[in-house]
């Protein structure tokens, strides 16, 4: 993930930028699939979105018969990443914990044009999904803490605003 989050339950390991070789994902994901496995997430740990094959991914999980949610920051969200989540995926939750650029900077820990990027593509997932006609709840999460209680409603407005199904 190239995000800084203070809080993050992944931070003290940063430095391991290991990430799942895409034969061995794709093994796993056929294997799942026979197994009758119903539903997987692609989440925590780092940013699922970033493995140079995931759209890929995401969608052989749907071929192989399984429902798929993602957890993912937002932030780099390529048009094959956005048409691949609406084709592919039953939900999909940005972890925006912000309602401003100021309050990002802190629970993110990055500039603060990034804020406005991930309501971008917030915006773009919704749009798509409008579009094609499929029903992928997309929503957004926020991290209550002492210094982000106070921007909670701008990050509830911005995010109905972007036309998300829910706020958690």
């Known amino acids: 993930c190239q995000h800084n989050c203070p809080g993050c339950l992944s931070a003290f390991n940063r430095e391991d930028q290991e990430e799942i070789p895409f034969e061995k994902a794709k093994e796993l994901i056929e294997e799942f699939g026979q197994l009758g496995i119903k539903a997987i997430n ?3 740990g780092g940013e699922p979105t970033h493995h140079p094959r995931a759209a890929e991914l995401i969608r052989l999980v749907k071929k192989n018969g399984m429902e798929l949610g993602i957890f993912t920051n937002g932030s780099d969200l390529s048009d094959d990443l ?4 609406i084709n592919s995926c039953t939900w999909v939750r940005i972890s925006l914990d ?6 990002y900077r802190i629970t993110h820990g990055m ?3 990034s804020y406005q990027n991930v309501l971008d593509n917030l915006k773009r997932l919704v ?3 409008n579009e094609s006609g499929r029903d992928v709840k997309i929503g957004t999460s926020y991290l209550i803490g002492s210094h982000t209680i106070h921007d909670i409603y701008n990050a509830a407005k911005n995010s109905k605003e972007c036309g998300v199904d829910y706020f958690r």
Do not use: C, E, L, N
């Not at 956005?82 to 989540?85: E, K, P, Q, R, V």
């Not at 912000?98 to 309050?103: D, L």
């Open 42 to 44: 692609f989440g925590g």
């Open 82 to 85: 956005i048409d691949a989540i």
């Open 98 to 103: 912000a309602g401003s650029p100021q309050v």
């Open 111 to 113: 500039k603060d044009d």
């Open 127 to 129: 749009k798509k999904r």
